[in-house]
T-cell receptor
Framework: DSGVTQTPKHLITATGQRVTLRCSPR?????VYWYQQSLDQGLQFLIQYYNGEERAKGNILERFSAQQFPDLHSELNLSSLELGDSALYFC???????????FGQGTRLTVV | GENVEQHPSTLSVQEGDSAVIKCTYS??????FPWYKQELGKRPQLIID?????GEKKDQRIAVTLNKTAKHFSLHITETQPEDSAVYFCAASTDTGKLIFGQGTTLQVKP
């Protein structure tokens, strides 16, 4: 157990819908990262938050948004879902921006 | 832009042999290079990392080497075991902490 908690573990939804993925970082970690892993693909960086503020953005679609709350948990919102959005979405956290990142178990999103 | 190239994409070795995975990064500001192991359907787990002020690091059967001039780093696994079979990802990051991952290497260790 890495200490990073993601909910839900599995999510099945229809095209056009909106979902919210939740991540609770390890206790004391200020930095949260979101990654997308499609089937047989690598880990694509989406977005990073540090202590409530957005710090870096990757190839995140405009239909996707995220935030980090005062209690440091983070949510990734995916809207107008398409079949191609089906993937594993991982959250990772680290104490700051230069130490190792620990991954949660991921949320498997299936869009039908 | 930022990019990490990883080779090979698949690697099959006999138990007891060594395995080497190589990565090249593009951002010269990169200063942290972790390696993650991901078993099927599970989360990536850090197995070893190296910072830019170090040329080599070893942890039991696993070692990582870094050549900053060539922007190249490698993972070496000796005396491979069947439980080493997994997908291995290299990554590079700067002071932002954002990890840019390679495409992954599927390692199969045959008993």
């Amino acid at each position: 157990d890495s200490g990073v908690t993601q909910t839900p573990k599995h999510l099945i939804t229809a095209t056009g819908q909106r979902v919210t993925l939740r991540c609770s970082p390890r206790s004391g970690d200020l930095s949260v990262y979101w990654y997308q892993q499609s089937l047989d693909q690598g880990l694509q960086f989406l977005i990073q938050y540090y202590n409530g503020e957005e710090r870096a953005k990757g190839n995140i679609l405009e239909r996707f948004s995220a935030q980090q709350f005062p209690d440091l948990h983070s949510e990734l919102n995916l809207s107008s879902l398409e079949l191609g959005d089906s993937a594993l979405y991982f959250c990772a956290s680290s104490v700051d921006m230069i130490t190792e990142a620990f991954f949660g178990q991921g949320t498997r999103l299936t869009v039908v | 832009g930022e990019n990490v190239e990883q080779h090979p994409s698949t690697l099959s070795v006999q138990e007891g042999d060594s395995a080497v995975i190589k990565c090249t990064y593009s951002d010269s500001a990169s200063n942290y290079f972790p390696w993650y192991k991901q078993e099927l359907g599970k989360r990536p787990q850090l197995i070893i990392d190296i910072r830019s002020n170090v040329g080599e690091k070893k942890d039991q059967r696993i070692a990582v080497t870094l050549n900053k001039t060539a922007k190249h780093f490698s993972l070496h696994i000796t005396e491979t075991q069947p439980e080493d079979s997994a997908v291995y990802f290299c990554a590079a990051s700067t002071d932002t902490g954002k990890l840019i991952f390679g495409q992954g290497t599927t390692l199969q260790v045959k008993p």
